[in-house]
């Protein structure tokens, strides 16, 4: 009977689980630029190519584009359907967001560097010359990696080799978490897919408001809903940061 209780109330705890609500995009938007602008042609100019994880279940849901006002950086600000981890839990963010930031030559208008976030730390990558900004976005959690990181560049557990691991060991968080939402059963493919990133989604087009602003939280609350996961807006913001140079 003890067993039966426990079964019982984990599934009605799960059913309980938050769901995701994003808002439609609003007609009058805080800081919005009008296509014209010099800051939103350079924030589609410098827009990243995703490569998505061909087994990918969670669309993106929204893309904001912000630009600093006085640094030469440019914020994409990505909001995931959903995370492959912990849906089921009471009170959790039922959404995903995502940071990538470019950094750019304010003369040439061509890109120089990328931070992206990564599970609590910041990555970062030059890219002088070397044309488009690719960025790889990781299987269910979608992590952002600079285009051509190595396993060795990134923090320790925290590598694709451990989230494939995690992916395993965690099948019951992920089933748990189909009770709420529909997602996948498990990662049921080799290390090498899960590592393989060829799914191409252009940020470009996908993004739904490009601004200009400092602090862009009020933005993103109207965008992507409350409660939402805010990220650090900007790479200097966050304390701990992981540099990735060798690519």
Partial sequence: MAALAAVLGTLLITACGPRAHIPPVPLSILAALPAGDSGAILARQMAPLLY????????????VAVAHPTRPIVAYFLLWRDDVHGAWVPFTIPTDEEVIWVGYDSLTREPTDIWTYWHGKILHAGWRGRGQIIIDVQWGKHGS??????E????????????????????ADIWLGRLTRRGPLCFCRSLGRYREFTTPLFLGPRLDVIARAEDPAPLLRQIFGAPYSEKPVWPWLEGKKKVVERM
């Fill in 52 to 63: 998505l994880q061909r087994d990918e279940t969670f669309p993106l849901s929204r893309a």
């Fill in 152 to 171: 060795r560049d990134l923090p320790p557990f925290q590598t694709l080799n451990a989230f494939y691991a995690l992916s395993w060991l965690g099948l």
């Fill in 145 to 150: 990696l600079p285009h051509g990181a190595l």
